[in-house]
């Protein structure tokens, strides 16, 4: 879904009253601390923390990317996109922030406003190891965040959607599960949908490299288009060039930047 232009401060549908567009600063992708002192927060990434007197739902990540001059990534129901400045300690979020308008069921729609609104209210910001604090004029705490993690090794992930080789990123097949994991020796194992693969990988700096892949050779009927699937996905995976973690969901890129697979932690 396009993400619909709105100003900061402006109530949205789909969440409730009073939470703000382009505010939730959340996290798109795993990445460190920026190299360059005058832009602390350029090239972070984050997953909320704690957010004063609101839980945070178990389906729910909100997450936050400093990038290129914006913040972008999920407040746990809607994704967003906004300008920023940020410097000395000083922080401002938009105006003219974007952001998809799906409806969620509470708490997550709760969650997503309250964050959304304190996030509005940040006038400052200040890292504390691998913590950011958002801070309003009086110096309170609005919301904390944690890094995001960049590592594979060490994890499981189920496949939503992979590219079918025809120009389309479908989701996958009801009935049918696909499985990868990325284990700490280099390599990668996991299921199609009916078989078993592994395959080797390298990763560094967002950059992600699979394959060559290999496969039992079981036929499978059901689903219907189970091995068309696992085929297209197999195929998929040994395009990979990037990859980007956020909260805990998984991007997988190809060179060009198409969308190659997407994940949630297993």
Same mark, same amino acid.
Not at 74 to 90: E, L, V
Not at 230 to 238: I, K, N, P, S, Y
Not at 255 to 265: D, K, V
């Given at each position: 879904?396009?993400? *619909?232009? &709105?100003?900061?401060?402006? &109530?949205?549908?789909?969440?409730?009253?009073?939470?703000?567009?382009?505010?939730?600063?959340?996290?798109?992708?795993?990445?460190?601390?920026?190299?360059?002192? &005058?832009?602390?927060?350029?090239?972070?990434?984050?997953?909320?923390?704690?957010?004063?007197?609101?839980?945070?739902?178990?389906?729910?990540?909100?997450?936050?990317?400093?990038?290129?001059?914006?913040?972008?990534?999920?407040?746990?129901?809607?994704?967003?996109?906004?300008? @920023?400045?940020?410097? !000395?300690?000083?922080?401002?979020?938009?105006?003219?922030?974007?952001?998809?308008?799906?409806?969620?069921?509470?708490?997550? !729609?709760?969650?997503?406003? &309250?964050? #959304?609104? $304190?996030?509005?209210?940040?006038?400052? @910001?200040?890292?504390? $190891?691998?913590?950011?604090?958002?801070?309003? $004029?009086?110096?309170?705490?609005?919301?904390?965040? /944690? *890094?995001?993690?960049?590592?594979?090794?060490?994890?499981?992930?189920?496949?939503?959607? @992979?590219? #079918?080789?025809?120009?389309?990123? /479908?989701?996958?097949?009801?009935?049918?599960?696909?499985?990868?994991?990325?284990?700490?020796?280099?390599?990668?194992?996991?299921?199609?949908?009916? #078989?078993?693969? !592994? *395959?080797? @990988?390298?990763?560094?700096?967002?950059?992600?490299?699979?394959?060559?892949?290999?496969?039992?050779?079981?036929?499978?009927?059901?689903?219907?288009?189970?091995?068309?699937?696992?085929?297209?996905?197999?195929?998929?995976?040994?395009?990979?060039?990037?990859?980007?973690?956020?909260?805990?969901?998984?991007?997988?890129?190809?060179?060009?930047?198409?969308? *190659?697979?997407?994940?949630?932690?297993?």
């Amino acid at each position: 879904m396009s993400p *619909a232009p &709105s100003r900061l401060g402006v &109530s949205r549908r789909g969440l409730a009253a009073g939470s703000v567009l382009g505010v939730a600063l959340m996290a798109c992708t795993a990445v460190s601390q920026s190299d360059d002192p &005058s832009r602390p927060l350029q090239d972070t990434a984050w997953v909320l923390a704690m957010l004063p007197g609101i839980a945070t739902p178990h389906a729910a990540t909100p997450t936050l990317r400093f990038e290129a001059g914006r913040v972008q990534g999920s407040d746990g129901c809607n994704r967003y996109g906004a300008p @920023y400045t940020g410097a !000395s300690g000083r922080l401002q979020i938009g105006p003219n922030g974007m952001s998809t308008q799906m409806a969620c069921p509470e708490p997550v !729609s709760r969650l997503a406003a &309250s964050f #959304n609104a $304190a996030l509005a209210k940040a006038q400052a @910001y200040r890292i504390d $190891a691998k913590t950011l604090l958002l801070l309003d $004029a009086a110096g309170a705490t609005l919301a904390s965040f /944690v *890094a995001q993690g960049t590592e594979l090794a060490g994890t499981a992930w189920q496949v939503t959607a @992979y590219n #079918n080789g025809k120009q389309a990123v /479908v989701s996958v097949t009801a009935g049918s599960k696909i499985r990868i994991e990325f284990m700490p020796d280099g390599r990668v194992r996991g299921s199609g949908g009916c #078989n078993s693969f !592994s *395959a080797g @990988y390298t990763s560094s700096a967002g950059q992600l490299a699979i394959g060559p892949v290999g496969a039992t050779r079981r036929a499978c009927a059901e689903p219907d288009g189970v091995m068309a699937q696992e085929a297209a996905f197999l195929r998929a995976l040994e395009a990979v060039a990037s990859a980007r973690r956020e909260g805990d969901r998984l991007e997988l890129r190809t060179a060009t930047g198409a969308l *190659a697979a997407t994940m949630i932690q297993d």
